[in-house]
């Protein structure tokens, strides 16, 4: 019995950039829906596992084209999206408060050092990493306002829809540069 034949590359990034404009696709959709309704957030998981499964298939053709660290660097911000896939029952749940913003906050911690390793792959161009960084903002921005007991601020809806706005045209950009590049 033959070992199986690898998998093309360019079936990986085609199926990765699909997942990233998926979760661009469900994100946007779930905006215009009722905040916390089932609908919504039943998009934003849709959009959340898609996200997650487009960096795990970008971690996965990096570290098969020899980029290991940045590579991590995907695997990583899966592991983030993670937490921010574990809070939207809570949302749904209209609980939004302090130790949901927390909670959130948990998967910034993680989603900044995966940028960090993720720009290191000298394929992507400067203002992709730029793009990157920027994203990274709105959800600093959230991490003070919740340490600064501000959860209640009228600033925090529009922050974290900022931020996931961000990293939404971040993804459908990686896939399409990870696309373009194979």
């Given amino acids: 019995m033959s070992a199986p034949s690898p998998h093309p590359v360019h079936r990986v990034v085609h199926l990765n950039a699909l997942f990233y404009f998926a979760n661009s696709l469900t994100g946007l959709l779930g905006a215009v829906m009722a905040r916390g309704s089932l609908a919504q957030i039943s998009l934003w998981l849709v959009g959340a596992a898609s996200f997650m499964c487009a960096n795990t298939l970008s971690a996965a053709k990096l570290g098969r084209d020899g980029w290991d660290v940045p590579s991590s660097g995907f695997y990583i911000l899966a592991i983030a999206q993670g937490i921010f896939y574990a809070t939207l029952p809570t949302l749904a749940a209209d609980t939004f408060d302090r130790q949901w913003l927390f909670a959130l906050c948990s998967g910034v911690f993680v989603m900044i050092p995966a940028i960090t390793l993720i720009n290191t792959y000298a394929g992507f161009p400067i203002w992709l990493k730029a793009l990157g960084w920027l994203a990274c903002a709105p959800f600093s921005v959230l991490v003070v306002l919740t340490y600064l007991d501000r959860s209640d ?9 900022t931020g996931f706005f961000l990293f939404q045209t971040l993804g459908s950009a990686w896939g399409i540069v990870l696309w373009r590049t194979s």
């Fill in 153 to 161: 601020s009228p600033w925090v809806y529009p922050v974290m829809g």
